[in-house]
């Protein structure tokens, strides 16, 4: 069974740092691009990062990030913990948001597309 948890979610004020983390299981964990995204009130949801393991497209970069959290963000990964992180510098109260971890095989032509599984939500709040 897939199962992605994540966890380090909080309130921080404008400027401030959080890093978010996703444990995985249930799968090899080159096979699958795993990819954050995040959800604001009364907002779609909106991709934030990915990594691609092995499932990588010449199409984008990896990884890959939104032009929102672009030198503000990044991602990294724990392949013995089975962990992928969301470093979140210089955060802004745009930033507010349920973040989401997802993993799935994965689309040559999006970054934000192909993704089967996903984690509960890890609220982040920031304040100004």
């Known amino acids: 069974e897939v199962q992605l948890v994540e966890s380090g979610g909080g309130l921080v004020q404008a400027g401030g740092s959080l890093r978010l983390s996703c444990t995985v299981s249930?799968?090899?964990?080159?096979?699958?691009?795993i990819g954050w995204f995040r959800q604001a009130p009364g907002k779609e949801r909106e991709g934030v990062s990915r990594?691609?393991?092995?499932?990588?497209?010449?199409?984008?970069?990896?990884?890959f990030y939104a032009d929102s959290v672009k030198g503000r963000f990044t991602i990294s990964s724990d392949k013995a913990k089975s962990t992928v992180y969301l470093q979140m510098n210089s955060l802004k109260p745009e930033d507010t948001a349920v973040y989401y971890c997802?993993?799935?095989?994965?689309?040559?032509?999006?970054?934000?597309?192909?993704?089967?599984?996903w984690g509960q939500g890890t609220q982040v709040t920031v304040s100004s």
């Open positions: 997802a993993a799935g095989g994965g689309s040559g032509y999006s970054p934000w597309l192909g993704y089967d599984y």
């Open positions: 990594i691609s393991g092995n499932t990588g497209s010449p199409l984008f970069a990896d990884p």
């Open positions: 249930g799968f090899t964990f080159d096979d699958y691009a």
